[in-house]
């Protein structure tokens, strides 16, 4: 990265205005850097023709595109690869592509490291290093080999979405907006645990998918799995939902990790039932895999598909996640963290 300058990778159409206006250039000119990033996905602004040679040379004195490849990649044996990308601020974050027959979902990170500490994600134990930049959060996108691929983009990677509220939203302006990617936001669904203003904020000014961590209904043992229960208890959240609508395109699920003898009961499938009840949602049960230092362990197949089942034939649509990636250690912060060592070792 060019040190000093602007960064034109995760500009609005309102703040490439602005910029082109202080260089002096036609107002149209806004416009047509926004095509040659978000359309054509140029590397360098010499590559934008219809701009005259002395507004990309004014442009180029004080900003960059701001691309950056992959550092480092993963391959696993099933098709998903797991990608290590450089940040503005000099740190890395991971970004997996997830192929799947017609589909390919990318998982994108939105910090370096997270604060809300949950008991089972190796990102948590990273401790927080900061937030990305609207610019970092696209690069994921704009630098990825299997770009034109893609179908669909889940914020479940490194990091709190909620808290990096504004970047978070301003990425997924651009990437739905006319003069962006023009993707529909049922293509796109941002995470979060669960932040008292900001989840709000998120559903007032996005029409994006929201999914929840819930990992456990159980105020006390959520709190013990997870933080910010405390900030915001599940229950609030749900009650929270429960004011939007979720009953045409836009979804509302749920997460929620199986961990064995933790929160697989039937007691856990009934709470959940009384829950959401009233809420036209999803809940997506995921397979746990053990990491480093951590004494939870995944629940067994059969398990999972009694509380499915369960949980279905009362009228919550469940579903289990394929697990993807496992030989390249897919899930979150393994990859960083591994990089960090290797750096200060």
């Given at each position: 990265?060019?040190?000093?300058?602007?960064?034109?990778?995760?500009?609005?159409?309102?703040?490439?205005?602005?910029?082109?206006?202080?260089?002096?250039?036609?107002?149209?000119?806004?416009?047509?850097?926004?095509?040659?990033?978000?359309?054509?996905?140029?590397?360098?602004?010499?590559?934008?023709?219809?701009?005259?040679?002395?507004?990309?040379?004014?442009?180029?004195?004080?900003?960059?595109?701001?691309?950056?490849?992959?550092?480092?990649?993963?391959?696993?044996?099933?098709?998903?690869?797991?990608?290590?990308?450089?940040?503005?601020?000099?740190?890395?974050?991971?970004?997996?592509?997830?192929?799947?027959?017609?589909?390919?979902?990318?998982?994108?990170?939105?910090?370096?490291?997270?604060?809300?500490?949950?008991?089972?994600?190796?990102?948590?134990?990273?401790?927080?290093?900061?937030?990305?930049?609207?610019?970092?959060?696209?690069?994921?996108?704009?630098?990825?080999?299997?770009?034109?691929?893609?179908?669909?983009?889940?914020?479940?990677?490194?990091?709190?979405?909620?808290?990096?509220?504004?970047?978070?939203?301003?990425?997924?302006?651009?990437?739905?907006?006319?003069?962006?990617?023009?993707?529909?936001?049922?293509?796109?669904?941002?995470?979060?645990?669960?932040?008292?203003?900001?989840?709000?904020?998120?559903?007032?000014?996005?029409?994006?998918?929201?999914?929840?961590?819930?990992?456990?209904?159980?105020?006390?043992q959520r709190m013990q799995l997870m933080p910010?229960?405390?900030?915001?208890?599940?229950?609030?959240?749900?009650?929270?939902?429960?004011?939007?609508?979720?009953?045409h395109q836009r979804r509302a699920s749920f997460?929620?990790?199986?961990?064995?003898?933790?929160?697989?009961?039937?007691?856990?499938?009934?709470?959940?039932?009384?829950?959401?009840?009233?809420?036209?949602?999803?809940?997506?049960?995921?397979?746990?895999?053990?990491?480093?230092?951590?004494?939870?362990?995944?629940?067994?197949?059969?398990?999972?598909?009694?509380?499915?089942?369960?949980?279905?034939?009362?009228?919550?649509?469940?579903?289990?996640?394929?697990?993807?990636?496992?030989?390249?250690?897919?899930?979150?912060?393994?990859?960083?963290?591994?990089?960090?060592?290797?750096?200060?070792?």
């Amino acid at each position: 990265m060019e040190s000093g300058k602007k960064v034109l990778i995760g500009m609005t159409a309102e703040e490439l205005k602005e910029l082109t206006a202080e260089l002096g250039m036609p107002k149209f000119t806004a416009g047509q850097i926004a095509k040659w990033l978000y359309t054509k996905h140029v590397k360098s602004i010499d590559e934008m023709t219809n701009l005259s040679k002395a507004n990309r040379a004014r442009l180029d004195e004080v900003c960059t595109v701001g691309t950056m490849e992959p550092a480092d990649s993963q391959r696993s044996v099933d098709g998903t690869v797991k990608y290590l990308f450089p940040t503005a601020g000099g740190k890395f974050v991971e970004t997996v592509f997830i192929p799947d027959g017609e589909r390919a979902t990318l998982c994108v990170s939105s910090q370096v490291g997270c604060k809300m500490n949950c008991l089972f994600c190796q990102t948590g134990k990273q401790g927080f290093e900061g937030n990305l930049t609207a610019g970092d959060i696209l690069n994921q996108i704009y630098s990825l080999p299997e770009r034109e691929r893609l179908t669909n983009v889940v914020f479940m990677g490194q990091g709190e979405p909620m808290d990096n509220i504004d970047n978070v939203l301003k990425s997924t302006e651009i990437l739905t907006s006319d003069y962006g990617y023009a993707w529909s936001p049922k293509r796109i669904t941002v995470s979060s645990v669960g932040i008292k203003n900001k989840l709000k904020r998120f559903l007032d000014e996005s029409e994006c998918h929201i999914a929840i961590s819930m990992h456990s209904p159980l105020h006390e043992q959520r709190m013990q799995l997870m933080p910010a229960e405390k900030q915001m208890p599940i229950k609030e959240v749900v009650e929270l939902l429960k004011q939007y609508d979720f009953t045409h395109q836009r979804r509302a699920s749920f997460e929620y990790i199986v961990f064995d003898g933790v929160n697989d009961s039937p007691a856990h499938a009934r709470e959940i039932i009384r829950l959401v009840s009233g809420l036209e949602c999803r809940i997506n049960l995921i397979r746990f895999h053990t990491i480093p230092d951590v004494n939870l362990h995944g629940t067994d197949d059969s398990k999972m598909e009694i509380m499915r089942d369960y949980l279905t034939s009362h009228g919550v649509f469940t579903t289990i996640r394929a697990s993807r990636g496992q030989d390249i250690f897919a899930a979150c912060g393994l990859l960083s963290t591994a990089h960090k060592q290797q750096q200060s070792g």
